[in-house]
């Protein structure tokens, strides 16, 4: 499989930090997503930032960034969706989502991904966790073919909202990464969470 194209998902509101994007939240010396960006950078062949707003605030980014195409249906799909269509627009086979406030993903998400999917034999994959009593996954770290673009615009456009619920229709492998020492999927809801980020930073 050749590299896919990366995208950030960062279309949430915020409200547990008050507002505003987590993303460009100082951590360690250096905003959220310039960890983000530091990661996923080679993992991928190219990177856009999937948001929805004024895209100026991320001007110093230097990244496209991509508006969702269905306002009226918030949440990751959509930012997938989004993603799709920029890399059909590229003549990309694939994308690799990651979550604009989860600065530690592991530097080996798109290969665990792209292995997991091949020994499936399925066209997506999700990045999980051990928990204490289930498989916790994780769905906007994924793995996605282009090709299901206009299947998930008509899931989208008939009220579907859980990830679950249509990667399973289609088919999706699971990637379990540890959660020693840390969670690599820690993400960064509320104050407190950027405090803990800076001690593990």
């Known amino acids: 499989m050749t590299?896919?194209?990366g995208v950030i998902l960062a279309g949430g509101r915020a409200s547990r930090m008050g507002g505003g994007d987590k993303s460009?939240?100082?951590?360690?010396?250096?905003?959220?997503?310039?960890?983000?960006?530091?990661?996923?950078?080679p993992q991928v062949a190219h990177m856009a930032l999937s948001a929805n707003g004024d895209p100026a605030r991320f001007e110093s980014l230097d990244l496209p960034v991509i508006a969702d195409s269905m306002a009226e249906f918030p949440g990751p799909l959509a930012g997938v969706?989004?993603?799709m269509d920029w890399a059909a627009d590229q003549g990309a086979e694939h994308?690799?989502?990651?979550?604009?406030?989860?600065?530690?993903?592991?530097?080996?998400?798109q290969a665990r991904l792209a292995d997991a999917r091949e020994v499936a034999g399925v066209p997506i994959a999700l990045a999980a966790t051990p928990g204490p009593d289930?498989?916790?996954r994780h769905p906007t770290f994924g793995l996605w073919p282009v090709a299901l673009r206009e299947d998930l615009r008509r899931a989208l456009k008939g009220g579907l909202r859980k990830v679950v619920l249509w990667t399973d229709q289609h088919g999706c492998a699971e990637a379990l990464f540890a959660v020693d020492?840390?969670?690599p999927f820690f993400n960064i809801n509320?104050?407190?969470?950027?405090?803990?980020?800076?001690?593990m930073a």
Not at 95 to 109: E, H, M, N
Not at 190 to 199: G, H, I, Y
């Open 134 to 136: 289930r498989i916790y």
């Open 181 to 183: 020492p840390h969670d």
């Open 95 to 109: 994308i690799l989502t990651v979550a604009a406030d989860t600065p530690f993903f592991p530097a080996d998400l």
């Open 24 to 41: 460009l939240r100082p951590l360690a010396g250096r905003r959220v997503i310039d960890h983000v960006l530091e990661r996923l950078r």
């Open 3 to 5: 590299a896919p194209l």
């Open 81 to 83: 969706l989004a993603g």
């Open 190 to 199: 509320r104050p407190e969470d950027l405090a803990q980020a800076e001690a």
